[in-house]
């Protein structure tokens, strides 16, 4: 289906995918970490071959300019999320083509398959209100939720602690880069300041996502 709109610079969107018939994309930590590191070298205007960085730390390779800013991502186990605004022409169109088709060619390659691995286009929503950017930092980071309570948003969450302790543990996303005081080196990924501020400290964000969570719960 044809989109509605057309990407553009300086504008947000919301990006996701999954597996093609809904079939699982990330078998392992490997994959996982295959696709994080694919989220950083493919936003770059200027090819990065992988094996070429394999072993080497993020922070060091050189990936030229980037082409779109990254506001948050969550890998889930049969697709993914990304909140992203163009930074450059085409930027967006490109960017996904080069992490889908890197690890589709690699996924294929280390479980012996063949044929498409994602749905044959990315679905993407245009952020029309600041309203809205604010609530998919809390819909993409929410995600994980449903990996240890499938209809929690439907029924409520049954167990917010545990809810609080999984997200707290998830590796997978960007929720870690909002909460923590500490730097992981996954968050060279984001572009946080390519973003509106409404988050000041840790404690916020955390309180933010809490809010969500709470507001589900089922006394």
Not at 43 to 69: A, C, H, M, W, Y
Request: aromatic share 16%; with cysteine; charged share 30%.
């Amino acid at each position: 289906m044809e989109r509605k709109f057309k990407f553009s610079i300086d504008e947000y969107y919301h990006l996701y995918n999954r597996g093609v018939n809904k079939s699982v994309i990330f078998n392992s930590d490997s994959d996982r970490d295959r696709f994080v590191k694919l989220l950083f070298i493919s936003n770059s205007s200027k090819p990065v071959v992988f094996k070429s960085i394999r072993d080497v730390p993020l922070e060091q390779v050189d990936r030229g300019e980037t082409l779109v800013d990254i506001g948050a991502y969550c890998l889930m186990p049969n697709h993914f999320h990304l909140l992203l605004r163009e930074k450059k022409e085409g930027g967006i169109t490109s960017f996904l083509s080069k992490l889908l088709t890197g690890y589709s060619m690699y996924f294929n390659k280390r479980y012996e398959r063949t044929g498409r691995l994602f749905e044959s286009s990315f679905k993407a929503t245009y952020v029309d209100s600041d309203e809205y950017l604010k609530y998919l930092f809390a819909y993409v980071h929410l995600n994980p939720v449903k990996i240890i309570d499938s209809r929690w948003k439907e029924r409520g969450i049954l167990n917010l602690d545990a809810a609080q302790e999984y997200i707290n543990k998830y590796r997978y996303s960007s929720y870690l880069d909002y909460t923590s005081t500490g730097c992981r080196s996954e968050s060279i990924l984001l572009n946080k300041e390519s973003f509106p501020a409404y988050f000041t400290e840790p404690k916020d964000f955390k309180h933010f996502i809490n809010d969500w969570l709470d507001f589900h719960n089922i006394e």
